[in-house]
């Protein structure tokens, strides 16, 4: 402010905020004072004579923002926790409370007659009105109040209505515990708080924007706010964690007790129908169907996931039905649903609450605390309420009772100068039994006594009286007995509301720990990545560059890692064009935490140094920061580098510059001698003299360990991913056996692009000394075969290892020592004789031990007839695994024997089946499936 701009009583608008700040002039009294008998005082002359110059007093603003502010905080935006309720919503309440008659309102007349509690517009009211009757707790809702679930929203207030329920009167309201303020205009009363028994905040969850904060309390399921009110109660520990009323399932590791900093993840429930199909049936909070369709096709558009289409099919519950297409695995795309759509979302909770006139930030362990304490301390103004009603209508019965009784009624006959002489002598009268009363007689009680109607003398009940006293007596026993216990008094009524309330409240959110998913595991391969290596670019849009090479495919999210010729490399985001530096030596994804991937590298340090070696991983870099591999002198570079994602070691022959007295010039180096150190490690020494060429002689073998792999049904293919059935770790020489369906078996390696046409049977890590049997049809002999045998290595793409005959086909198959066949078959037998002759069938098993009935041979060999009688059927029966740690179960005493010889003996070759129970089919006949 220049002087020229100072008020000319000498303060500055420094001065004033100061002065406004301190309490000393408010800017109302101010303004008031600049006026005084119609002349401008000097003191904000040219605040009024500069006309919009006045809004540059900062003194001002400050009061008016604070006014604002506070506004804003303490009567809008957050909720009190005595109640737990914002002011628009205590309104509301109040309001249905007056109406309140057992029938339903319309919701534009409870509006209506809101407004002259609420200075604000009718919109607000309806849609805090229809938020707390979505919300199935306080309000019974008729018509369309509009769906959380597809975002519909509700239809007018005049077609729709609404009463309070019946736990809302029961909980919410109680005149004579309320306090009570005048309403914004003065005309009407309405109340400070509501007196809420129950932890009302934090089981319907509230969120609001005021000036400079904001709240976030999540909501918490029904029964478990009661619970853990009575663990409160009873001195024990309870923990706290959201329930939603659209379900899914949350992730409460960070939850941090619902306090500022701490966040959630929602996850939406997702569920595999089939290979081709997924569902989305409950979604995360404050989401709906259209916010998660919408995320879906944005998602699809950026290249991030892969799907056919995507259809709402949702009602009152959510279903949003996704189908995929042939070669999407619907494993892969839950994740990538998780990782980039609204699926997953973060919900940071900020437990802010006004207490003590003034906003504060509580954990919800806190504030279930307060509400509990204040629960019980209405319960306590309740009874005492109580106990002073009974204690009166005692007190009035007991005086009733004497002045019937006494007759001091009579007194009313005699003459008097008054009516309040006559008053003044019936009170003397009946102060002669003031010891029998516990309470003063009053003038009141006098004139409640002798305006009784004559009748009421005449038809006074003395055993009436004294049972309405009885009855006063033991109400007051009770209340003071409740008074005395009040925190058990307490308990059974949070008791008493979950039982009367608790079943329409389940939990619906599921909690669950969700694993970080990475997004760059799970996008799909929407790019290519080019580099040119002689000048320097990589990116995804050098296509059309002719001296630019595809590298792989990559995802438009990916990280890229580049490595120069003069030992710098950096790690980038992928681009359409990149600029790195000339002469790349090798360009890729870079795979955040990977160890896999080992880099073998000869460097020469500085122009004239010596050559290192060295091998190491870039399992973590800073982005766009420069690094070297090298130690850092001018003219240093690589004289070989290979990437190796599986972390090969070669070898390679190296090829020094003739010098004199040098005799070896050729040597070989393998790699594989050499340990894996960290990225910035200097190396060994290869060799002090110079180095004219380095060729690869062998190429190596994985020096990690054994590396975990799975097989994704879905698509037919392994990944690193968890995605799909774990086949066991697998190192260099490590095979995978496939069987199909049909017959035949392929042995391949551990290569991730392998891809398995037809029905697999089963696959798994391939093991030569494994005895496998099976059980096939030959379609030539029409019989059935089995056969023991280990599959080979094989480098056919399929070798079929039954019989090649039409009609053949596999029936089963096991690797379980022990296993017995139930051979199923039909005899047929003829009784009578001509046309009366009858043909019926009789069914019989046979059991063959697999290991003795057939000796093991080679997986060409035929094997052996089962029988030679027709077959209908043939199972398996394999031994029961138990754990080793399981114990031996107990011998029981055998029965002696009844009946011996008789038809119903069991013969003693009958195999004896798990828990005496042979499996059987639908028919009853004896199989294993």
């Known amino acids: 402010m220049s002087e020229d701009d100072e008020i000319k009583s000498g303060e500055t608008d420094d001065e004033l905020d100061k002065r406004a700040g301190e309490g000393e002039e408010s800017v109302e009294d101010a303004a008031r004072d600049a006026v005084v008998d119609g002349e401008v005082s000097g003191k904000f002359t040219k605040v009024i004579q500069e006309g919009e110059n006045k809004y540059k007093i900062a003194g001002m603003y400050k009061n008016w ?353 008054n009516w309040e002489t006559q008053l003044s002598d019936i009170h003397k009268a009946m102060l002669a039994y003031q010891n029998q009363l516990q309470q003063p007689i009053t003038t009141d009680d006098i004139q409640k006594l002798v305006e009784k109607p004559v009748r009421k003398i005449s038809k006074f009940d003395v055993k009436e009286c004294n049972a309405k006293i009885a009855k006063a007596e033991g109400d007051m026993r009770g209340v003071r007995k409740h008074l005395n216990s009040l925190t058990q008094f307490t308990i059974d009524y949070y008791q008493a509301l979950k039982k009367k309330y608790g079943e329409e409240f389940p939990r619906r959110t599921e909690i669950a720990n969700f694993e970080t998913i990475q997004a760059t595991k799970v996008a799909v391969s929407n790019a290519k990545l080019y580099a040119n290596f002689a000048e320097g670019f990589v990116g995804m849009e050098l296509k059309k560059d002719e001296n630019a090479q595809f590298i792989c495919d990559c995802s438009d999210i990916d990280d890229i890692i580049v490595f120069l010729r003069n030992g710098k490399y950096i790690v980038t985001k992928i681009s359409d064009k990149t600029f790195v530096g000339k002469d790349i030596i090798h360009a890729g994804v870079f795979v955040k935490n990977d160890v896999r991937t080992i880099y073998n590298v000869i460097y020469r340090d500085g122009k004239n140094g010596s050559c290192f070696v060295k091998r190491f991983s870039v399992p973590a870099v800073t982005r766009d920061k420069e690094y070297d591999v090298t130690q850092g002198k001018a003219d240093s570079t690589i004289l070989w580098f290979s990437a190796n994602p599986n972390g090969e070691a070669e070898t390679v022959k190296v090829i020094l510059h003739p010098r004199p007295k040098l005799k070896k010039l050729v040597f070989d180096y393998d790699f594989a001698q050499l340990a894996v150190k960290g990225r910035g490690s200097r190396g060994n020494i290869l060799s002090r003299n110079p180095v004219h060429k380095i060729q690869l002689k062998a190429a190596g073998v994985s020096t990690l360990g054994d590396k975990p792999l799975w097989f994704d049904k879905d698509i037919n293919r392994l990944n690193e991913d968890s995605h799909g059935l774990y086949l066991g770790k697998f190192h260099e020489g490590n095979m995978i056996l496939a069987i199909y369906k049909d017959g035949t078996y392929c042995t391949t390696n551990f290569d991730l692009t392998n891809h398995y046409q037809g029905e697999i049977l089963r696959i798994e890590k391939l093991n030569p000394e494994k005895v496998f049997a099976a059980v096939y049809y030959d379609g030539e002999t029409k019989k059935f075969y089995i056969k023991r045998f280990c599959f080979e290595v094989n480098n056919n793409p399929t070798n079929i290892f039954i019989s090649e005959a039409e009609g053949s086909y596999l029936e089963r198959l096991t690797d379980k020592p022990g296993t017995k066949a139930i051979i199923q078959f039909l005899i047929k037998e003829k009784s009578g004789r001509g046309k009366n002759a009858a043909v019926t069938t009789k069914e019989e098993n046979e059991i063959v031990d697999i290991d003795q009935f057939v000796e093991k041979k080679s997986w060409k060999a035929k094997g052996r007839k089962l029988t030679g009688v027709e077959v209908e059927k043939v199972g398996l029966i394999e031994p029961v695994e138990l754990d080793e740690d399981m114990p031996e179960p107990e011998k029981k005493a055998e029965a002696p024997e009844e009946n011996p010889g008789t038809p119903e003996d069991i013969p003693d070759d009958t195999p004896e089946q798990p828990n005496n129970e042979q499996p059987s089919d639908d028919d009853g006949n004896p199989t294993l499936f």
């Open 65 to 417: 923002f604070l006014d604002y502010a506070s506004y804003v905080i303490l009567d809008r935006a957050v909720p009190h926790i005595m109640d737990g309720l914002k002011p628009v919503q205590r309104r509301i309440l109040h309001t249905m409370k007056l109406l309140y008659d057992g029938n339903y309102n319309k919701v534009a007349n409870i509006v209506g007659q809101t407004m002259q509690f609420h200075p604000h517009g009718d919109a607000s009211i309806k849609d805090a009105l229809v938020q707390m009757g979505q919300r199935d707790l306080l309000i019974d809702c008729q018509g369309n109040w509009g769906n959380t679930v597809t975002g519909d929203e509700a239809a007018a207030g005049r077609y729709i209505e609404a009463r309070l329920s019946n736990f809302a009167n029961e909980v919410v309201f109680n005149p004579k515990t309320t306090e009570w303020m005048k309403s914004y205009d003065g005309r009407n009363r309405e109340p400070v708080t509501l007196p809420v028994k129950f932890p009302l905040l934090l089981q319907q969850g509230t969120d609001g924007i005021a000036v400079g904060l904001n709240c976030k309390v999540l909501p918490h399921n029904f029964n478990e706010l009661i619970d853990a009110s009575v663990a409160y109660l009873q001195g024990q520990h309870f923990q706290l964690y959201p329930d939603f009323p659209s379900g899914g399932m949350v992730d409460v590791g960070r939850y941090n007790d619902g306090k500022r900093g701490g966040v959630v993840k929602v996850r939406a429930k997702i569920a595999r129908v089939d290979k081709k199909t997924i569902e989305i049936t409950e979604i995360p909070y404050g989401k709906n169907s259209g916010d998660i369709i919408k995320s879906i096709k944005a998602a699809f558009d950026k290249g991030k996931i892969k799907i056919k289409k995507v259809d709402d099919e949702s009602s009152k519950e959510a279903k949003i039905v996704i189908t995929l297409h042939n070669d999407v695995s619907p494993d892969k795309t839950i994740d990538a649903l998780y990782a980039f759509t609204d699926c997953e979302v973060s919900i940071s909770p900020n437990t802010c609450v006004i207490k003590d006139d003034k906003p504060q930030f509580l954990t919800v362990t806190e504030v279930l605390k307060f509400n509990t304490d204040h629960t019980q301390e209405l319960l306590k103004q309740e009874l005492e309420i109580k106990l002073k009603e009974l204690q009166d209508t005692w007190h009035y019965l007991s005086l009733e009772k004497i002045f019937f009784e006494e007759k001091k009624y009579k007194l009313l006959e005699k003459d008097a100068k």
